[in-house]
């Protein structure tokens, strides 16, 4: 299906490239990593036959540009980013669900914590919350080395060593507007991997919350945060088709599942609402 609409927003310090697809409740899919609208093509086909459904390349990537040089990123820019488009693309306030795998999955959390009343319900897929595992340094000793290993010998070199946290295989190709692995090693996956949710905010929208992962990624490291994080909730995890990136891999399957989740979370209510995830 194609874009029944493609735009650009301003935003400070970038201009993002969105898509819009379909017709519904909203949902919004936001690309992680390396990642741009690109990679949500599929499943946003299969989505749009019931909702109104938004992707975007994130600042940096592709075809949202930067305003200025490229500097390390922060997960609470890119939560900004997001409300913006929110309103941008909803001026009733209408809330939306929202989907969020690996780093970006950070931005989907802190997007409920910092703006609920734009949230119904949220996805998070494996996003890297590194500092809830015991053993949090030995992590962030890890991700040091992958951006060191990036600057001495280059993306390639990288990714590899990057791999051990996907069970040792190699990083799936995913379809992309352009390559943003540079960009995401030098800028991204640092300040990412370091950011920790403010745990008291996010237990007051718990309700909100789903944490995911991938049925084939169970046993990898990549998998452990949304494990951690959903105790921490006093949720249980949802898994999904695939692995780590399932929804780019099957994404007729993922999105049965994402429909399901929906369906299964009620809007919120109160402070004692349950969630597929309790």
Not at 67 to 88: I, K, N, S, W, Y
Not at 150 to 170: K, Q
Not at 225 to 249: C, I, M, S, T
Not at 258 to 275: C, H, I, K, N, S
Request: hydrophobic fraction near 45%.
């Amino acid at each position: 299906m194609d874009a029944l609409e493609i735009g650009t927003l301003t935003v400070p310090g970038a201009r993002l490239h969105y898509e819009v697809r379909g017709a519904g409740p909203l949902l919004l899919l936001i690309a992680g990593g390396a990642s741009d609208a690109a990679v949500f093509e599929p499943l946003a086909a299969v989505l749009a036959a019931h909702h109104r459904v938004v992707s975007y390349d994130p600042r940096g990537n592709s075809r949202s540009r930067l305003h200025g040089p490229p500097a390390d990123q922060r997960v609470e820019v890119h939560t900004d980013d997001a409300h913006r488009l929110l309103d941008h693309l909803s001026a009733d306030g209408e809330p939306a669900r929202v989907f969020g795998g690996c780093a970006v999955g950070l931005v989907a959390l802190e997007l409920a914590i910092r703006h609920p009343e734009r949230v119904r319900t949220v996805v998070a897929h494996e996003p890297p919350v590194m500092a809830l595992l015991p053993d949090a340094e030995a992590h962030r000793a890890f991700f040091d080395d992958v951006h060191a290993v990036f600057r001495r010998e280059g993306v390639a070199s990288a990714l590899d060593e990057l791999s051990a946290i996907f069970g040792g295989r190699p990083a799936p190709g995913l379809p992309e507007a352009h390559d943003n692995n540079p960009f995401f090693l030098a800028h991204v996956v640092r300040p990412f991997t370091r950011h920790v949710p403010d745990l008291t905010a996010l237990r007051a929208v718990a309700e909100r919350i789903v944490m995911a992962g991938g049925e084939e990624s169970r046993t990898f490291t990549v998998h452990r945060p949304a494990v951690a994080l959903a105790e921490r909730l006093g949720h249980r995890p949802v898994l999904f088709p695939g692995g780590h990136v399932g929804y780019a891999k099957d994404p007729v399957a993922f999105a049965g599942r994402l429909a399901e989740v929906f369906a299964a979370t009620a809007p919120p209510v109160g402070p004692g609402a349950m969630t597929c995830g309790s």
